[in-house]
């Protein structure tokens, strides 16, 4: 079945050690977005890929950066994570920007010790 | 600007009762309108969407929602609720705008779900 692979599901890293998180499609879309969810609340659009076209938006901090290094392949860097950046993160993707709905993976929890 | 609103943080409901989980919306344009639900530590599984068509949209799981232009309301219904509908709920609008900006779905603060045996 054509999915959203999210790895690893769970993620320990330590105060200010740099973590990736994978995320990978097998459904072909144009558009990858990362986004942040804490505790209950609503995802929280970090950026997106249009194809390599890489938006971010203006209220994400610059310790998040992003790579799409192919069509089926999307990474979330957090350069030094603080512990405020504990939370789960949710990779989508839509087949073009007006695709029209999002398909999500099952996300990464991320704990920072 | 797009955005919604889910009033209610809880909806607890009887199994078995009909339930109702709201949701209203403010858009430029064309709405094009989304529910989707999450289990816990779990990712946003699509339930339906509105493009355009009939007002009455129908999901999975048994789920359908009503599109009502003039009360500017996407609330998702389900006839009979089951312990499994227990989740957290949200709704989503579309960005229809040009640019960058297209594509950018906005989030109501989502609502919790509750189903009683």
């Known amino acids: 079945d054509a999915m959203v692979i999210q790895n690893p599901r769970y993620q320990v890293t330590q105060f200010g050690k740099p973590v990736t998180l994978s995320c990978s499609q097998t459904?072909?879309?144009?558009?990858m977005y990362w986004y942040q969810q804490k505790s209950s609340q609503a995802p929280k659009l970090l950026f997106h890929?249009?194809?390599?076209?890489?938006?971010n938006e203006a209220d994400t901090p610059d310790n998040f950066q992003s790579r799409r290094p192919n069509t089926s392949f999307c990474f979330l860097d957090i350069r030094s994570p603080g512990l405020g950046d504990a939370a789960m993160y949710l990779c989508?993707?839509?087949?073009?920007?007006?695709?029209?709905?999002?398909?999500f993976g099952p996300g990464t929890r991320l704990t920072v010790l | 600007a797009q955005s919604v609103a889910q009033p209610e943080d809880q909806v607890n409901v009887a199994e078995g009762n009909p339930l109702t989980v709201k949701c209203t919306y403010s858009?430029?344009?064309?709405?094009?309108l989304f529910w989707y639900v999450q289990y816990p530590n779990r990712g946003l599984q699509f339930l339906l969407k509105?493009?355009?068509?009939?007002?009455l949209v129908k999901g999975s799981y048994g789920f359908e929602a009503e599109f009502n232009k003039s009360q500017t309301s996407f609330h998702l219904k389900k006839p009979s609720a089951l312990v499994s509908d227990s989740a957290l709920y949200f709704c989503?609008?579309?960005?229809?705008?040009?640019?960058?900006?297209?594509?950018?779905?906005?989030f109501g603060r989502g609502t919790q779900l509750t189903v009683w045996p």
């Open positions: 989508a993707t839509s087949r073009d920007r007006d695709g029209p709905e999002q398909f």
């Open positions: 459904l072909n879309h144009n558009v």
């Open positions: 890929y249009y194809d390599k076209d890489f938006n």
């Open positions: 858009v430029s344009g064309n709405p094009y």
């Open positions: 509105y493009i355009t068509g009939d007002n």
């Open positions: 989503a609008v579309r960005d229809s705008g040009r640019g960058s900006t297209l594509g950018r779905l906005y």
